[in-house]
C-alpha cells in the first residue's frame, strides 16, 4: 500500500514558477513509477509528467520545456517544478503512483494550482 500527499499548490500570477511535492509513505517507493495529472475545471483528467523508476522522464507537450520531474528516492518525495506558469495551468494537480509500466495503482488527493492573468 502506498499513500500519497501532495502540498505546494497555491495561487500565483502568470509567469510565476511554484513547486509541487509528492510525499509517499511506504516501502515501495523506489519501485514505483510516478507521475503528475491535472483536471482542470469542466475538462477530464489529464496526463503531465512521468518519471519512471529508473529516472526516465516523460512530458505532455503543454507542458514541455516549462515543468521539470523529479523525484528523490530516499525521501520518498516526487517534485513537479512548474516555471513560466499560464492561466491555462490552473487545475487541482494530483500524484500518482504505479507499480507496472501501464498504470497507476496510487493517488493522491490533489493540490489546487491557480494561475491568474
Known amino acids: 500500500q502506498v499513500q500519497l500527499v501532495e502540498s505546494g499548490g497555491g495561487l500565483v500570477q502568470a509567469g510565476g514558477s511554484l513547486r509541487l511535492s509528492c510525499a509517499a509513505s511506504?516501502?515501495?517507493?523506489?519501485?514505483?513509477?510516478m507521475g503528475w495529472f491535472r483536471r482542470a475545471p469542466g475538462k477530464e483528467r489529464e496526463f503531465v509528467a512521468r518519471?519512471?523508476?529508473?529516472?526516465?522522464?516523460y512530458y505532455s507537450d503543454s507542458v514541455k520545456g516549462r515543468f521539470t520531474i523529479s523525484r528523490d528516492n530516499a525521501k520518498g518525495t516526487v517534485y513537479l517544478q512548474m516555471n513560466s506558469l499560464k492561466p491555462e495551468d490552473t487545475a487541482v494537480y494530483y500524484c500518482?503512483?504505479?507499480?507496472?509500466?501501464?498504470?497507476?495503482?496510487?493517488w493522491g488527493q490533489g493540490t489546487q494550482v491557480t494561475v491568474s492573468s
Open positions: 500518482a503512483a504505479g507499480l507496472n509500466d501501464f498504470d497507476y495503482d496510487y
Open positions: 511506504g516501502r515501495t517507493f523506489s519501485r514505483c513509477n
Open positions: 518519471i519512471s523508476r529508473s529516472g526516465n522522464t
